[in-house]
């Protein structure tokens, strides 16, 4: 069967489907225009997802810590599964290094905003997604009032500095955390619900469980100075979006209190578990820190 009749016949389905109250996977009376039927029905007639999966991805607003190495999949596959409302975070201007690997960008983007440059190829990728463009430099000043009006957060930032910032913020403000590093030949991934309780009854780890300090200045150098594997960052970004979209849905096993790692050089893939730490400033036994979502001062 051509392409064309094949999905011409799948939008057919599931519009029956929505229209005659039927079941896709749990399609039920769902407010999705006939193009959006169309664009997401991959996702309408898989199973886990399905149309109160969609709807939850349209209904979701994501807010995302860089538009460099990490951002650009995971803004361009967030994009394309629908997220109703992206919000941007960058202060930086596209350069012609960040294309080996910047894939949300071209050559006509250099000089400009990155947040510009990601914003209209979003429009250009999926014109029902909203974009906020915020185009500042997130601190541990500014990061409570960015994070505050998201359902939840994806960090690509580049340096500890702005990590510990975004992840006491989302502690804060009790948002879910989605946040991702890259080595030249490394990365990894994990999944923070720190304002919330773990099945055990004691509460999720933090970001500062698991790195309780920021590595000495100098210790990690800079992927300008030690240079990174451009697909790299194209799987880890990737991977990124699966796993907002995994807590947005909500289907099969969360990374929280799990740290993914992938070694691109064996390319092997290994998940190490890690726990709440009683002396961690801000849900231990001894806080430092606002309680989560616990006022604005």
Known sequence: MPPSILSSSLSSFVQGMVDSGG??????????????????????????????????????SVLVIGAGGLGAPLIQYLAAAGIGRIGIVDDDRVSLSNLQRQVIHGTPNVDELK???????????????????HSVRITGENARDLVASYDIVADGSDNFETRYAVSDACYAEGKPLVTAALGQFDGSLTTIRAHETGPDGKPNPTYRCLFPAPPPPGAVPTCAEAGILGALAGVMGSLMAMEVMREIVDFGDSLV?????????????????????????????????????????
Not at 268 to 289: A, M, S, V
């Open 23 to 60: 079941d896709v996977y749990k399609v039920a009376p769902m407010s999705l225009t006939p193009d959006e039927i169309d664009r997401y029905a991959r996702h309408l007639v898989l199973r886990d997802v399905g149309g109160p999966g969609q709807m939850k991805l349209k209904a979701a």
């Open 257 to 297: 209190g799990r740290l993914l790692m992938v070694d691109a050089r064996a390319m092997r893939f290994d998940t190490i578990c890690y726990g709440w730490d009683e002396t961690n400033p801000l849900n231990g036994t001894k806080p430092q820190g606002p309680s989560p979502a616990n006022g604005r001062g």
């Open 115 to 133: 947040v510009e440059s990601a914003a209209r190829a979003v429009r250009h990728l999926n014109p029902h997604v909203v974009v906020d463009r």
